[in-house]
């Protein structure tokens, strides 16, 4: 089960979305995506670089039905 984004964490993120060159009509995917990220770095543990959490992610996620990719 994925858990709701924390709000403080969505708001700085929105920020952040609302600051790049991102089109706004991609936010949304953006938004899935750090829950995604978030929700796995709940369950698994990693002592390494961000980076590497990234790239485990990336990894968990290829073949999952429904997959949405970013733009």
């Not at 403080?8 to 706004?24: G, K, T, V, W």
């Not at 978030?38 to 073949?63: E, M």
Request: charged share 25%.
């Amino acid at each position: 089960m994925i858990l709701e984004t924390p709000l403080d964490i969505l708001d700085a993120f929105s920020q952040l979305l609302a600051q790049s060159a991102i089109p706004d009509q991609n936010h949304n995917y953006y938004r899935k995506w750090l829950r995604y990220y978030l929700d796995f770095c709940r369950k698994n543990v990693f002592g390494v670089s961000s980076s590497q959490r990234v790239d485990a992610v990336a990894d968990g996620s290829k073949g999952k039905a429904g997959d949405d990719s970013l733009p």
